[in-house]
């Protein structure tokens, strides 16, 4: 008989570490499917704030909400951690966000890469995610890359570089 295997354990209360926080935020989004969302408890603590180019909220919920919205929104939607650096509950990972749009060019993988400010706090012996800030340039890894407005945002590039 096959067991399921969580995506990942929960720590025991005595032995969380800052670096083991670490670690299982990068397995959470490095293996995130849509099921997972329900599970963002796990990583962000119930006030956590979140913030990217496109939104800024607090709370679990909400968070959850952002997600959801991308596995609607977008076709196979994937993150790579590429480089994670640590400083007690300072953390910072770069990352590619692959995906397919589904109203333009639908099945042509597009890649954003940004990074994320993490910083970690511990509740009840648990290290979680309390701040998450998306840093990442909206208009060069997004905007150009849609059909009529790319041409607009290139066309705007060319100009402010003369």
């Not at 720590?11 to 570490?17: A, E, R, V, Y």
């Not at 704030?49 to 994937?78: C, S, T, W, Y």
């Not at 995906?99 to 890649?111: I, L, N, W």
């Not at 648990?126 to 840093?135: G, I, K, S």
């Amino acid at each position: 008989m096959l067991t399921e295997t969580p995506l990942f354990d929960k720590p025991s209360q005595s032995s969380d570490s800052e670096a083991a926080a670490l670690q299982r935020v990068v397995d959470f989004f490095e293996q995130l499917q849509p099921a997972d969302v329900a599970r963002i408890a796990d990583i962000y603590t119930a006030d956590a704030q979140f913030k990217d180019p496109f939104n800024e909220v607090q709370g679990v919920p909400a968070i959850e909400a952002i997600f959801a919205h991308m596995f609607r929104e977008l076709d196979a939607p994937r993150f790579v951690i590429t480089q994670r650096v640590q400083q007690g509950a300072q953390c910072f990972v770069t990352w590619d966000f692959l995906f397919a749009m589904r109203r333009f060019d639908a099945g042509k993988t597009q890649v954003i890469r940004g990074a994320s400010h993490l910083v970690l706090r511990e509740e009840a012996g648990v290290w979680r995610v309390a701040v998450h800030r998306d840093y990442w340039d909206a208009a060069e890894e997004l905007y150009e890359k849609l059909p009529v407005l790319g041409s607009l945002m290139r066309w705007l590039k060319r100009r402010a570089n003369r």
